[in-house]
C-alpha cells in the first residue's frame, strides 16, 4: 500500500504529518492507494480509546441501540455511487435540485437529488483528498477544500475552475465555508489558522486568524455573517470584520474538536469531537455548554441543525449517524443509513425532509429524515 495523508484529520494517525514536513504535491499528480473499508481504521488505530474499538466492519451487524418515536419516512433513499474511494463531503445545492460531493480520490461531482444520476463531467483539478465541498448562498459557485493544501472555487453551470487555486496556506485545507452574503470565503487548515478570502477573485482578506495550538478541520459562518466560528483545540469566534477574536475560547472537550455548525436563529452553536462527544453552546450567553451528547463510540466528524433549530444531528465514526433532542440533550433517534463503514458528514436539505450523508465506504446516501416530534 502506497503511504499517502490521506486521513482527515492527520492528528489522528501516530505520524502525524506536521507543518512543513510535507513536500506539496506536483500539479496534476495524485498518489493512489486500493479502497478498503477498514483503511482509514488501520492509520488512526493508535488512537482508539480504550474499550470503544473502532466497528466499520461491524456496520451491517451492529444492533438499533435507541426506539426511536419518529415516524418512518415513506420516501425512497438514493445511493450515490462514482467515487473511487471514501466519499468526505456531501451538501446539498440551496435549490436542492443537485448534491455535491467530495472524496478521498480528489474529485468533486455533482448529483441530480431526485434521481441519483451524477450530472456534469467530474470536477478535477486537486492534486490529493477533497475534504469538503460548500455551495455559495446563490448556488451559482461551488468552493472546495483539499489536502493539496488549496481551496478551489467551481462555476456550478459549467463544471469549470473560478480563477486560481486559493494558496496561502502552508497544509492541508479541511474546513470551507461561505458567508451568508456569498462574498467570503473561509478556510480552515492543518496550519492552524483559518483565513478569508474574497469571492469570486481568491483575494486575501487580512491576516490569517491564528490563536489555535492544533489543526482546524471545520469552520462555519453565523447565519448573520458577523462572526466565524473554528475548531481545534477549542472552538472560537471571530469578528467578521476584524478578524479579532470574540469572547473566550470555548472549553470542554477533551480532544479536539472536529466539527462545528451554527443553530439557523445564530443563538446556538454545535461541536463534534474526537472525544467522541457532540456539545451545544449558547455563545450569545458567554459560552454556556450542556452536558455532552454522550452515545458515539468513536470521533463525532460532522454536525448540522434541523433548519428548525430543535434538532441536531451527528455523524461519526462508529458509522452512525444520530438524532438529538436540542432543547434536552437527549438522544431521540439513529437514521439507518445503510453505510458500511464510518460516515463523515451530513447535511440537511431546506424543508429538513431528507438529509445527505457521506461515508468511507466509498458512496454517499440521499435519505428521507424521519418525522420526530420536536422537530414538528
Known amino acids: 500500500m502506497t503511504t499517502r495523508v490521506a486521513v482527515r484529520r492527520t492528528r489522528r494517525t501516530a ?12 500539479a496534476g499528480t495524485r498518489t493512489s492507494r486500493p479502497w478498503s473499508p477498514t483503511s482509514r481504521a488501520r492509520r488512526r488505530a493508535t488512537r482508539r480509546t480504550p474499550g470503544h474499538p473502532h466497528p466499520p466492519t461491524q456496520c451491517g451487524e451492529r444492533s ?3 426506539e426511536s418515536a419518529a415516524v418512518p419516512p415513506t420516501r425512497p433513499s438514493l445511493v450515490l455511487t462514482g467515487h473511487q474511494e471514501g466519499v468526505i463531503g456531501a451538501v446539498f445545492h440551496p435549490d436542492d ?3 455535491a460531493t467530495s472524496g478521498e480520490d480528489g474529485t468533486v461531482r455533482l448529483w441530480d437529488a431526485t434521481t441519483g444520476e451524477q450530472v456534469g463531467r467530474t470536477l478535477t483539478g486537486h492534486t490529493d483528498t477533497v475534504w469538503l465541498v460548500v ?20 462555476d456550478v453551470s459549467t463544471g469549470e475552475q473560478v480563477g486560481e487555486p486559493l494558496t496561502g496556506h502552508t497544509a492541508g485545507v479541511y474546513g470551507v465555508a461561505f458567508h451568508p452574503d456569498g462574498g467570503v470565503l473561509a478556510t480552515g487548515s492543518a496550519d492552524h489558522t483559518v483565513r478569508l478570502w474574497k469571492v469570486p477573485g481568491g483575494e486575501p482578506v487580512g491576516e490569517p486568524l491564528t490563536e489555535s495550538t492544533d489543526e482546524i478541520d471545520g469552520v462555519a459562518f453565523h447565519p448573520d455573517g458577523h462572526l466565524v466560528a473554528s475548531t481545534g483545540d477549542a472552538v472560537r469566534l471571530y469578528d467578521t470584520a476584524t478578524g479579532r477574536p470574540v469572547g473566550t475560547p470555548l472549553v470542554g472537550h477533551t480532544k479536539g474538536a472536529v466539527s462545528v455548525a451554527f443553530s439557523p436563529d445564530g443563538r446556538l452553536l454545535a461541536s463534534g469531537s474526537d472525544d467522541l462527544t457532540v456539545r451545544i453552546w449558547d455563545h450569545a450567553a458567554g459560552g454556556a455548554a450542556v452536558e455532552p451528547l454522550v452515545g458515539h463510540t468513536d470521533a463525532v466528524d460532522g454536525v448540522v441543525f434541523h433548519p428548525n433549530g430543535r434538532l441536531l444531528v451527528s455523524a461519526a465514526e462508529d458509522c452512525t449517524v444520530r438524532v438529538w433532542d ?3 440533550g437527549r438522544q431521540v433517534g439513529e437514521v439507518e ?6 460516515v463523515w458528514n451530513i447535511a440537511f436539505d431546506r424543508s429538513g425532509e431528507r438529509i445527505v450523508t457521506a461515508s468511507q465506504d466509498g458512496t454517499a446516501r440521499i435519505l428521507p429524515f424521519p418525522a420526530y416530534p420536536a422537530a414538528r
Open 135 to 154: 455551495f455559495d448562498p446563490e448556488g451559482r459557485l461551488l468552493a472546495s477544500a483539499s489536502e493539496d493544501r488549496t481551496a478551489r472555487i467551481w
Open 337 to 342: 443509513t445503510g453505510h458500511t463503514a464510518p
Open 64 to 66: 438499533r441501540q435507541v
Open 15 to 26: 505520524t502525524r504529518v506536521r507543518t512543513g514536513h510535507r513536500p506539496a504535491p506536483s
Open 326 to 328: 436540542v432543547a434536552t
Open 97 to 99: 435540485h443537485l448534491v
